[in-house]
């Protein structure tokens, strides 16, 4: 019963594992496509910052540049989020498909385990009915010789009645 309740516990703390798990990859990929949305409209910026050109005879002015240079830097700090965040589900599945690993060969162990159980158990079965056949006979054995002894003694006490009865005659 305490084992059990053990075993009870171990799938409880692995399914509040799991259930975590699953809401931060669902996080993770919350995260991604909004990190992909704002590089989207960053690099929509970018571009129309691009096509600015506020300086006398059409050409750029350095604030156009810098704004531009700006837009770089953001897209490229998204890009660092859009990494990270991948990076992060990467590292997940690797501990997802290692757990797998460790659970199958745990599984493994615990179906050679039985297994061995198992085929003790079963030569004690064996073991235990050819004991069982064997006092099954002895008993058999035993209620005839009890029938033999009964008969005997009731011919005994038959034949020291009749001694008796002729002896008083």
Request: hydrophobic share 40%.
């Amino acid at each position: 019963m305490i084992r059990m309740k053990k075993h009870f516990f171990l799938f409880l703390v692995l399914l509040v594992f799991a259930a975590r798990q699953l809401s931060a990859t669902s996080q993770d990929k919350a995260e991604l496509l909004k990190a992909l949305d704002e590089r989207q409209i960053l690099f929509a910026r970018y571009s129309s910052s691009l096509s600015k050109h506020s300086g006398f005879f059409g050409s750029r002015t350095k604030n156009d540049l810098k704004e531009s240079q700006t837009y770089l830097k953001q897209i490229i700090e998204a890009d660092n989020k859009i990494i990270a965040t991948l990076q992060r589900t990467l590292d997940f599945r690797d501990f997802e498909k290692l757990n797998q690993t460790y659970n199958t060969r745990d599984n493994e162990d615990r179906i050679s385990n039985l297994s061995v159980v198992n085929d003790s158990l079963l030569h004690k079965v064996n073991q235990l009915e050819k004991e069982n056949k064997t006092f099954k006979r002895n008993s058999g054995e035993g209620k005839l010789m009890q029938l033999i002894l009964f008969i005997g003694l009731l011919a005994a006490l038959y034949i020291i009645y009749k001694n008796k009865r002729k002896n008083i005659a």
